[in-house]
C-alpha cells in the first residue's frame, strides 16, 4: 500500500464530497471557490505540539514504601503486563499532580484535577479508588457493593478506559482473581448484563469499579454519595475532571 497515494485519494474524495453539497451559480464565486481549493486551503496545515514536561511524583513503588499505597498497588499499576511475567515489565512513574491526588484521597477530602490532555487524569482517580478497595479489604471492614462510579461523557472514552482498567486489574492475575473488580455500565450493553450489575456481585468480591457511559452534557469524574468538603489541587490548565477523593468508601 502507497501510503501517499492513499492520502491524495482520500482528499480528492472529500473534495468531491463537498464539492457535491452545492451548485454554486454565480461564475464569481464558483471561480473563487476553485483557486481556494486549487491554493490548498481547504487543507490545513499540520498541528504540531509537544507534551510538558511534568513534574515528577516518584514511582508506585516508592509510593507503597512511604506507606501512601497498598502493596498489591505495586504489582497492579505496571505496564507490559501482557502474558507471563517478562523484563519489560515497568514500573509506572507518577506526574506530581498523581501524587497530591493519591494524597489528598488517602486524607479524606475532595479534589479537583486540572491538566492538559495526555498528563495521566485517569490514573489520578483509578489509583486512589483501587488504593482504597484494597486497603478495606486488608483492614477487614470491606463492604461488598460499588465502591465507585466513574462517569465518562461518551461511549468511546468509556470502552477506552475499561481496556486499561483490564490491562491493570486483569493482565498479570489468574481468570477471575482480579484484586478488584469493575463493569461497564452504558446504553451498549445488553439489557440482562444492565441488570445483573447491581443485582448479582461478581464473585472476588464484589462490583468495586463501575464504568458508565453517558451524554455529553455530563463531565468525566469519579464519585461517591459519601465526599466532603472540597479541596481543589490545579496542575497546569486543561480539560477538567472532578475527582472526590472519597470515591473508594
Same mark, same amino acid.
Given at each position: 500500500m502507497d501510503v501517499f497515494q492513499v492520502h491524495q485519494q482520500l482528499l480528492a474524495d472529500y473534495e468531491a464530497f463537498t464539492a457535491g453539497l452545492t451548485k454554486i451559480h454565480d461564475p464569481r464565486i464558483l471561480e473563487h471557490v476553485h483557486r481556494r481549493v486549487a491554493n490548498g486551503d481547504q487543507w490545513p496545515d499540520a498541528y504540531l505540539s509537544l507534551n510538558p514536561n511534568f513534574a515528577s511524583g516518584g514511582s508506585i513503588s516508592e509510593l507503597v514504601k512511604q506507606g501512601l499505597l497498598h502493596p498489591e498497588c505495586e504489582r497492579i499499576f505496571r505496564v507490559n503486563k501482557e502474558g507471563p511475567p517478562t523484563a519489560l515489565?515497568?514500573?509506572?512513574?507518577?506526574?506530581?499532580?498523581? @501524587?497530591?491526588?493519591?494524597?489528598?484521597?488517602?486524607?479524606?477530602?475532595?479534589? !479537583?484535577?486540572? $491538566?492538559? $490532555?495526555?498528563?495521566?487524569?485517569?490514573l489520578g482517580?483509578?489509583?486512589?479508588? !483501587?488504593?482504597?478497595?484494597?486497603?478495606?479489604?486488608a483492614s477487614g471492614s470491606y463492604q461488598p457493593g460499588v465502591k465507585a462510579i466513574i462517569v465518562y461523557p461518551m461511549n468511546a472514552l468509556a470502552n477506552s478506559q475499561l481496556?486499561?482498567?483490564?490491562?491493570?486489574?486483569?493482565?498479570?492475575?489468574?481468570? /477471575?482473581?482480579?484484586?478488584? $473488580?469493575? @463493569? @461497564?455500565?452504558?446504553?451498549?450493553? @445488553?439489557e440482562a448484563d444492565r441488570v445483573r450489575h447491581p443485582q448479582q456481585p461478581a464473585r472476588?468480591?464484589?462490583?468495586?469499579? /463501575?464504568?458508565?457511559? $453517558?451524554?455529553?452534557?455530563?463531565?468525566?469524574?469519579?464519585?461517591?454519595?459519601?465526599?466532603?468538603?472540597a479541596r481543589p489541587s490545579f496542575s497546569r490548565t486543561g480539560r477538567a475532571a472532578h475527582l472526590p477523593g472519597t470515591a473508594g468508601r
Open positions: 515489565e515497568q514500573m509506572i512513574d507518577l506526574h506530581q499532580h498523581q @501524587r497530591e491526588a493519591v494524597e489528598i484521597a488517602r486524607g479524606g477530602a475532595s479534589y !479537583v484535577l486540572t $491538566t492538559g $490532555t495526555g498528563s495521566g487524569k485517569s482517580y483509578i489509583v486512589p479508588i !483501587v488504593d482504597s478497595v484494597l486497603r478495606q479489604r481496556h486499561e482498567l483490564e490491562k491493570f486489574l486483569k493482565n498479570g492475575y489468574p481468570d /477471575r482473581g482480579e484484586p478488584v $473488580t469493575f @463493569r @461497564r455500565y452504558t446504553g451498549q450493553d @445488553r472476588h468480591p464484589a462490583h468495586q469499579l /463501575r464504568d458508565a457511559g $453517558t451524554g455529553p452534557d455530563q463531565a468525566r469524574g469519579a464519585g461517591s454519595p459519601h465526599h466532603r468538603s
